[in-house]
């Protein structure tokens, strides 16, 4: 499995990038959303306790520092990476039943240039193709080999799906 972090200027992109950097970018989250939890209950069980109160306001301070970092995150590229990765996988995973194993993203603005290599591919063109086959409407094609696939969001970008 490759390494690369998926972006919504990407030709193609593997589902399991997405899987892998969404990992990612939720451990990150959780660990600030668990020392928000952590700053919250010590904060509580020391308002519950009198005895504790010259604690109050330290453990607050912790609390809204706590708070403020897990808000800062879902602001950073990061949060807003994880977001737009969590709304495409959402998306996706309805339409691919291989989506844990790996499915191909299609950018839409790259789709003709997928379907002459996959007819490539497919050995449906020879090697010393001449006419006919150098006069294909890939555009055509192109759409034609859409019908298979389904189309989903990535930020803002059409990505094509099977």
């Known amino acids: 499995m490759s390494r690369h972090n998926p972006t919504n200027t990407d030709d193609i992109i593997d589902s399991r990038d997405i899987i892998r950097r969404i990992g990612e970018l939720d451990d990150e989250r959780s660990a600030l959303a668990d020392k928000k939890d952590d700053a919250e209950a010590d904060?509580?069980?020391?308002c519950d306790d009198?005895?504790?109160s010259g604690e109050w306001a330290p453990l607050k301070e912790t609390l809204e520092n706590a708070e403020q970092a897990l808000t800062e995150y879902?602001?950073?590229d990061e949060g807003q990476?994880?977001?737009?990765?969590?709304?495409?996988?959402?998306?996706?995973?309805g339409y691919a039943d291989d989506w844990t194993h790996g499915v191909t993203l299609i950018r839409d603005s790259y789709f003709e240039r997928y379907a002459q290599e996959l007819a490539d591919d497919l050995g449906a063109i020879p090697k010393d193709a001449?006419?006919?086959c150098t006069c294909i409407d890939w555009n055509l094609a192109a759409d034609e080999l859409k019908q298979d696939y389904t189309s989903v969001d990535f930020d803002d970008v059409t990505y094509w799906i099977r």
């Open 81 to 93: 990476e994880l977001k737009a990765l969590q709304s495409l996988a959402d998306q996706a995973e």
């Open 50 to 52: 009198p005895d504790r």
């Open 130 to 132: 001449g006419w006919p």
């Open 43 to 46: 904060y509580r069980a020391a």
């Open 74 to 76: 879902d602001d950073t």
